[in-house]
Nanobody, 124 residues
């Protein structure tokens, strides 16, 4: 079992920045792909970004966040991060981190472990 706990959400004005963190309980954290997803009220959960560390980091992003968001991880701290810059009101959602053994996959169904989420609200 892997437990994930997110933090770092909050209220920010459009154009601002936030950094989300996700701490994992896994003893073999480095083997997992770490992903970030978000869910806005009345909408389906959508992929934001994912990262895997092999010989170096490999990442994947949703088109809607490319150039604005950066995913990273620190395997020594069992932590994944999502740096969010140039935030827009449409980025408002609950952000969840997730873990999988599968690969850099954007499908939520491929992730086995989920955190409870952290609210991000961007005001216009």
């Amino acid at each position: 079992q892997v437990q994930l706990v997110e933090s770092g959400g909050g209220l920010v004005q459009a154009g601002g920045s936030l950094r989300l963190s996700c701490v994992a309980s896994a003893r073999t954290f480095s083997r997992y792909v770490m992903g970030w997803f978000r869910q806005a009220p009345g909408k389906e959960r959508e992929f934001v970004a994912a990262i895997i560390m092999r010989s170096g980091p490999s990442t994947r992003y949703a088109d809607s966040v490319k150039g604005r968001f950066t995913i990273s991880r620190d395997n020594a701290k069992n932590t994944a991060y999502l740096q969010m810059n140039s935030l827009k009101p449409e980025d408002t959602a609950v952000y969840h981190c997730a873990a999988t053994d599968y690969g850099l996959d954007p499908r939520a169904s491929m992730y086995d472990y989920w955190g409870q989420g952290t609210q991000v609200t961007v005001s216009s």
